[in-house]
Every structure is written in structure tokens, then in C-alpha cells.
């Protein structure tokens, strides 16, 4: 069993950053792939960014790359998302998923956080 807290949104300016962390319980968080979805009022929740349980794969989405960077930090159980260059349309709560495969993690996550509300002015 995977528990995941996300922190980090808040209120930016449009072309402003902002780092989303999500914090992983259990001993086994290095196993799983880590994830990022987002959810805007109104519309479905959609894939973010991918990384595998070891660093070594990761994937965006096309509306994010080059923009948004994913990073884990196993020894600390964390996961960020690195979220710059933002746009009115990144406006949307976040969540954080965990999976067995960075594959998997795009489609159908085992494990969600509860999500934190990330708001660009424009």
C-alpha cells in the first residue's frame, strides 16, 4: 500500500513557476513508477508526466514538454514536478499517482494522492 500527499499549488501569474511535491508513505516507494495527472473544472483527468521507480524513463505529455520537469528523490520518498513557463491553461488540481511501470502510470495508476489546486492568472 501506497499513501500520497501532495503539496505545492497555489496562485501563480501566467509565465510563472511553481514545484509541486508529493510525498510517498512506505518502504517500498523506490519499486514505483511516479506520476503527475491534472484535472481542470469541467473536463476529464488527464495524463501529466511519467518517471520510472529508478530515474531512467520518463514521458510527458505534449501540452507540458519543455515546460514541466518530473524528478524523484528516492531516499526522501518524494516525487516533484517542476512546472514553469505557466500558461492559464495549466490552471487545474494535480494529482500525484504511483504505479508498478511508468507505461501502467499513464493509464491506470494503482495509487492517487488527493490532489493540490494549482491556479494561473493570465
Known amino acids: 500500500q501506497v499513501q500520497l500527499v501532495e503539496s505545492g499549488g497555489g496562485l501563480v501569474q501566467a509565465g510563472g513557476s511553481l514545484r509541486l511535491s508529493c510525498a510517498a508513505s512506505?518502504?517500498?516507494?523506490?519499486?514505483?513508477?511516479m506520476g503527475w495527472f491534472r484535472q481542470a473544472p469541467g473536463k476529464e483527468r488527464v495524463f501529466v508526466a511519467t518517471?520510472?521507480?529508478?530515474?531512467?524513463?520518463?514521458y510527458y505529455a505534449d501540452s507540458v514538454k519543455g515546460r514541466f520537469t518530473i524528478s524523484r528523490d528516492n531516499a526522501k520518498n518524494t516525487v516533484h514536478l517542476q512546472m514553469n513557463s505557466l500558461k492559464a491553461e495549466d490552471t487545474a488540481v494535480y494529482y500525484c499517482?504511483?504505479?508498478?511501470?511508468?507505461?501502467?502510470?499513464?493509464?491506470?495508476?494503482?495509487?492517487w494522492g488527493q490532489g493540490t489546486q494549482v491556479t494561473v492568472s493570465s
Open positions: 499517482a504511483a504505479g508498478p511501470n511508468a507505461i501502467v502510470v499513464r493509464t491506470t495508476p494503482d495509487y
Open positions: 512506505g518502504r517500498t516507494f523506490s519499486r514505483y513508477a
Open positions: 518517471m520510472s521507480y529508478d530515474g531512467g524513463i520518463t
